[in-house]
């Protein structure tokens, strides 16, 4: 992972507002993948007290993004296409984490998918899935 | 629209603390639709400056979540399956509005799907177009 | 509607060997939309003598695909990028419909949508509906 | 893998009368898993001489549905609500594979993922990516 990469991803999660407003954090990223984490307030829960679907797909949506990143070009960026979400289980728990991993990385477009999950009992559960596509832009 | 729609819609926005703090607003509804909107702030940008795609699938999620809720038995509420949503254009605009509708409402599984616009000259321009199940529980 | 898109839809259906297989055909298009249908045999069928989902997504796939193919210059051609198709009824009726519309063309990605309909007791009942996104290729 | 299980995996599969003219072969099934396999004939093809997209989704719908089957109680079956099938890469093979895994089994909703892959240069590259729910119905 060369510096170029490194500012690239550094930059995608401090420079989004929102991520930052939400608290998401970046944990770590290579060659095709980007793991993250966002640590669960009631400023971020639905109205029976579980955390928002958008929360699970804006967290699924920047790591997928942070994944096609490190696969791009120095000079280029991505932009997402479309981002399907399933929802396997109700976000329950005080921390969701998301890893984002390159299906396939062309030269116009990204394939990625994110599984987001929450620590239960000492165990890693799944509770959403992504599948996103990406565009590369200059 | 009975009186037991109407709080259950009030309901799921109101008690909806992400829904608050990203401050979107529910505007109308009917049975099998659903309108609403978010002004947009600093806080709900990306890294270009543009509306992030989770402030989009946040908003499609539960304006078609609103929907869905319009078609359901007194005493019974929904909750997302799965969510895909398109993005078309970059978001660009002062206010996001949403419109979601009910494509078909099963006894278990409701259908929606949402178009997300923004005013660009006088005119309503389509960002983003949402496709999303939700289930019925109890 | 210039002769060059003319050629180029008709190619897309006539050429496309599984689309003769099944028996699709190609009834009118325009500038943004496209329009088919396909007459039920036994050979579409499922295990509960409903029409198959891989029949559904199939026409709609290749009905999205003709009415991005509308929209692109002469000698460019479209693929199939992702295609997420909802299920909203059997697929029961003598004969299925589908009409693709394009929500959004770009330079480089066109993003449709299309409903797939059935005829039951003389009105059109809507079964499945699909959202697409392709490519533009030389 | 109980006797019920085995016979309704084997009627899926053999009662479906488009997964069998399409030469869709049932290679293996475990608890969550199903493995299936199609030969590439000229019938298949697309315009452009590549295994047609709607037969990438039939092969991923039906092995989802295979992978599902597995986890239901006995007297159940299931059904496709919803299936987003991503295109890799070009489907360019003799034969093609899919394999179907349940992501999540609930009482009412199954979701699944699906990885359809051909065989290039003696290796296995993935061409396609399925993303489907089902319901579990009597």
Same mark, same amino acid.
């Given at each position: 992972?060369?510096?170029?990469?490194?500012?690239?991803l550094k930059r995608?999660?401090?420079?989004?507002?929102?991520?930052?407003?939400?608290?998401?954090?970046?944990?770590?990223?290579?060659?095709?993948?980007?793991?993250?984490?966002?640590?669960?307030?009631?400023?971020?829960?639905?109205?029976?007290?579980?955390?928002?679907?958008?929360?699970?797909?804006?967290?699924?949506?920047?790591?997928?993004?942070?994944?096609?990143?490190?696969?791009?070009?120095? /000079?280029?960026?991505? &932009?997402?296409? !479309?981002?399907? @979400?399933?929802?396997? +289980?109700? %976000?329950?728990?005080?921390? *969701?984490?998301?890893?984002?991993?390159?299906?396939?990385? /062309?030269?116009?477009? &990204?394939?990625? !998918?994110?599984? @987001?999950t929450v620590e +239960?009992? %000492?165990?890693?559960?799944? *509770?959403?899935?992504?599948?996103?596509?990406?565009?590369?832009?200059?």
């Amino acid at each position: 992972m060369d510096d170029a990469k490194d500012s690239l991803l550094k930059r995608i999660f401090e420079r989004a507002k929102f991520v930052q407003s939400l608290g998401i954090e970046l944990i770590a990223f290579g060659d095709g993948w980007c793991e993250t984490r966002v640590a669960v307030t009631p400023a971020l829960e639905q109205q029976h007290g579980y955390v928002h679907a958008g929360v699970l797909m804006t967290l699924a949506d920047h790591t997928c993004g942070g994944a096609a990143a490190t696969m791009v070009p120095e /000079g280029q960026d991505v &932009i997402t296409v !479309e981002n399907k @979400v399933s929802f396997l +289980r109700p %976000g329950i728990g005080a921390m *969701v984490y998301c890893r984002g991993e390159v299906l396939r990385a /062309g030269k116009r477009l &990204i394939f990625t !998918e994110g599984a @987001v999950t929450v620590e +239960r009992d %000492g165990e890693r559960v799944i *509770v959403a899935k992504a599948s996103s596509t990406l565009a590369v832009i200059s």
